[in-house]
């Protein structure tokens, strides 16, 4: 079946410093790709997607790319603010079928320091 | 105006009882789910329905029930709670188009933490 697999936290940087949080998946054919970020108390909120190989997800400074060959969505930011404190989760839909569902990751807590 | 809407935000009850938590989306979405999040953070899915169809029941237990009674609601009735069910359940939506072609993202209400005691 689907899976994804993110790398463990707690990930905790000082202010603009550079955050890479790795992704990997599992899936067969090919699926969307999307970071989503919780911050405390709150729901999940959709940082970035993308829907096909080499595209990249961007957004608020995030990037992603979506790479086939690796399998992979790492997400990154070339540097954090304290604002940025969340956790974060990589998630795969696929693109056809009846398989209505996201598949998650564990999430990956990010604490950002002033 | 909110675009996935949970209520309550929070619950707290007592074992065995039973209880209900709402979901209403104004999106025009025909794809609505429940997820439920442990302690630790983890999201799995637990019901997805498809313009009110149920597609997916991913091994819940039958003490939970969802309920669409259209499109834009989704419901999950809780029957003898049980320590365990102790989490955060999230509801959300996604447009999804009739081929069955998915790329959209989900939109995800804010939550609603039950404690069981």
């Known amino acids: 079946g689907d899976s994804v697999t993110q790398m463990e936290g707690p990930v905790t940087l000082s202010e603009e410093a550079f955050l890479t949080i790795n992704c990997t998946y599992t899936a067969t054919g090919y699926p969307s790709l999307f970071w989503y970020v919780q911050y405390p108390g709150e729901g999940l909120q959709l940082l970035l997607k993308a829907t096909k190989a080499d595209d990249k997800g961007s957004n608020k400074g995030f990037e992603a790319t979506y790479r086939k060959e690796t399998t992979s969505f790492h997400l990154e930011k070339g540097s954090v603010q304290v604002s940025d404190s969340a956790v974060y989760f990589c998630?795969?839909?696929?693109?056809?079928?009846?398989?209505?569902?996201?598949?998650f990751g564990k999430g990956t807590l990010l604490t950002v320091n002033p | 105006d909110t675009a996935v809407s949970q209520t309550p935000k929070y619950l707290v009850t007592q074992m065995g009882n039973d209880k209900s938590i709402k979901c209403e989306q104004n999106l025009g979405h025909d794809t609505m789910y429940w997820y439920k999040q442990d302690s630790k953070k983890f999201l799995k899915i637990m019901f997805s329905y498809n313009n009110k169809e149920l597609i997916i029941n991913e091994t819940v237990p039958n003490r939970f029930s969802p309920k669409s009674p259209d499109k834009a609601h989704l419901n999950l009735h809780i029957n003898s709670l049980e320590l365990g069910d102790s989490a955060v359940y999230f509801c959300a939506s996604s447009q999804d188009n009739s081929t069955g072609y998915m790329n959209t993202e989900a939109f995800f209400g804010q939550g609603t933490r039950l404690t069981v005691v």
């Open positions: 998630a795969l839909r696929h693109s056809g079928g009846s398989n209505y569902k996201l598949t």
